[in-house]
């Protein structure tokens, strides 16, 4: 494939992403992602809250999350568990994922639905952590039970997750595909608790994108048009 092909495919992977993106930056600076922002400003604080004597006790009680907990607990627990990092990895690169993934999903969504589609992602793949070490290691879906004692928190299903809807939404089908096949990777690769959970995240997603799709579609045509369906099928607006 020769430089120009290459463009035009560029293009027509990204281009209506890439231009909704940088309009709005253009425009509006940091102020197109306060969402964003925050997120990142919340990432930073817990990650030095728990570092320190006194801290990791009370972020350890306000967002980790394991599967031994009633699911009362876990429940609310989970929406902050998205902002404190994991333990084992580096916090920079918590931070990177939530400034690029976020950022591009909350000027293409909004802040809310930016907000909502993370919080499912994550959701998702906390459940189905209870539901893999009820299934057990014998089972290519399922986990042992030492699974339930480890700590889940972290961006990365949210990060997933956003990446998969935006991209379809955006119909970048072959990144939404790139996506869905590295996290299948990962979790034939390394079949532990946080690939699975990226399987779930990504499942969820898959099945919100088509049950979004049908609404859509069901829209009047000129509600549809309106949104850009009538050329590369992504949003003009966060609608």
Not at 110 to 138: K, S
Not at 142 to 147: N, Q
């Amino acid at each position: 494939m020769n430089r120009a092909a290459l463009c035009r495919a560029a293009r027509t992977e990204w281009g209506p992403l890439a231009g909704t993106v940088g309009k709005a930056l253009a425009a509006e600076r940091l102020r197109a992602v306060p969402l964003t922002l925050s997120a990142v400003a919340l990432t930073s604080v817990f990650q030095i809250v728990q570092n320190q004597p006194w801290g990791f006790g009370p972020v350890q009680t306000l967002g980790s999350v394991q599967a031994r907990l009633p699911w009362w607990q876990a429940l609310a627990r989970t929406p902050l568990s998205l902002f404190v990092p994991a333990l084992d990895l580096p916090v920079w690169g918590a931070l990177a994922q939530v400034l690029l993934v976020f950022g591009i999903a909350e000027i293409c969504l909004g802040p809310w639905r930016t907000l909502a589609v993370a919080y499912v992602a994550t959701l998702a793949g906390t459940m189905y952590a209870r539901l893999a070490i009820a299934i057990g290691p014998g089972s290519p879906f399922g986990l042992p039970p030492e699974a339930a004692k480890v700590i889940d928190t972290g961006p990365s299903a949210a990060v997933v997750g956003l990446a998969v809807y935006v991209s379809w939404r955006f119909r970048a089908w072959y990144t939404c595909g790139l996506v869905v096949l590295a996290m299948v990777v990962e979790a034939l690769v390394k079949p532990n608790l946080a690939g699975k959970e990226h399987i779930a995240a990504v499942s969820a997603m898959l099945l919100l994108c088509v049950l979004d799709e049908a609404r859509r579609r069901r829209k009047p045509r000129g509600d549809a048009y309106r949104e850009g369906d009538h050329r590369s099928g992504a949003p003009a607006t966060r609608s």
